[in-house]
């Protein structure tokens, strides 16, 4: 972006050139701040970018790996009662690794109940569906195709509509470093010795030793910048991998305290009326 300014003394226009991104200071910056000044984790070859300006097709995606145990529990409850237990099974294959799909294509929690109060589903089962997750999950594109028997493709559509909605939050896309930055380097610091080392300054300490060899340095340390995070950082992604298994073994505590708490609705129900069905025969 230019930004044109008037210098008051002289009367002359001067323009000044304003950058959307800093990306921090130093080598070891854990963060990447973007265009609107919003601090995002910087996570491995996953570069942010606004989802208009960007306009990502479906490669351009960042593509991780989900973990879907409470989600295949209630997927299993659901087509064992609709009798689509073929589609139970192709899923089942399908994440025997872990589900692989792209990270910002999905549908929160409040979005898919809102869906489905317009659709007609009943009380019952929207509560079925609101006690089985947690706030924060979000209901990716195969979920939610093989959970309602819809077209993949056709819920893909519509989950990126849904995100767009959203222009301030930006998207996970892709980043590929560039190769051959090596060699390339390897070119500048033979270019700056030799070059320098024959000009008119080549008594100057400086210019002959101390520039190519910090360029070349300098140059080697911004390339491998993340690979030497990730090592310092080690003991927060071990604390954050213990805390997301943490996690997932307190779901399944509640999902198990879940189904006990529905078979006494259930047993409740039945001596309810059964009592009702003594009375009436006495």
Not at 28 to 37: F, S
Not at 123 to 133: H, I
Not at 239 to 264: G, H, R, T, V, W
Request: with cysteine; hydrophobic share 35%; aromatic share 16%.
């Amino acid at each position: 972006m230019l930004r044109i300014g008037k210098n008051k003394a002289k009367g002359s226009l001067f323009i000044k050139k304003c950058y959307y991104t800093n990306n921090s200071k130093g080598w070891l910056r854990e963060y990447v701040y973007t265009k609107y000044r919003i601090s995002l984790p910087n996570i491995e070859n996953v570069k942010y970018d606004d989802i208009y300006l960007s306009c990502p097709s479906r490669d351009d995606f960042y593509v991780f790996t989900k973990k879907v145990p409470i989600f295949l529990r209630y997927l299993k409850l659901i087509t064992s009662l609709e009798n689509r237990t073929n589609d139970f099974i192709d899923f089942t294959k399908k994440c025997e690794n872990g589900l692989n799909v792209e990270k910002d294509v999905y549908l929160t929690k409040e979005e898919l109940l809102d869906i489905m109060f317009i659709n007609g589903y009943s009380t019952k089962e929207m509560n079925a569906l609101d006690l089985s997750f947690c706030s924060t999950y979000q209901f990716h594109y195969p979920e939610i195709s093989v959970l309602f028997n819809l077209d993949e493709e056709d819920v893909y559509k519509y989950c990126l509509k849904k995100r767009s909605e959203n222009p301030q939050t930006l998207v996970h896309l892709k980043y590929e470093k560039e190769k051959n930055m090596l060699s390339s380097y390897g070119l500048i610091f033979v270019f700056l010795y030799f070059g320098l080392n024959n000009l008119v300054l080549c008594n100057a300490w400086f210019l002959s030793k101390t520039i190519p060899f910090f360029s070349v340095f300098y140059m080697l340390g911004s390339y491998f910048y993340k690979d030497i995070q990730k090592y310092i950082n080690k003991d927060i992604n071990l604390m954050i991998d213990e805390n997301n298994k943490n996690k997932l073994l307190a779901e399944d505590i509640i999902y198990k305290q879940l189904k006990l708490f529905s078979k006494d609705t259930e047993c409740t129900e039945q001596l309810i009326s059964f009592k009702q069905y003594c009375n009436k025969k006495l």
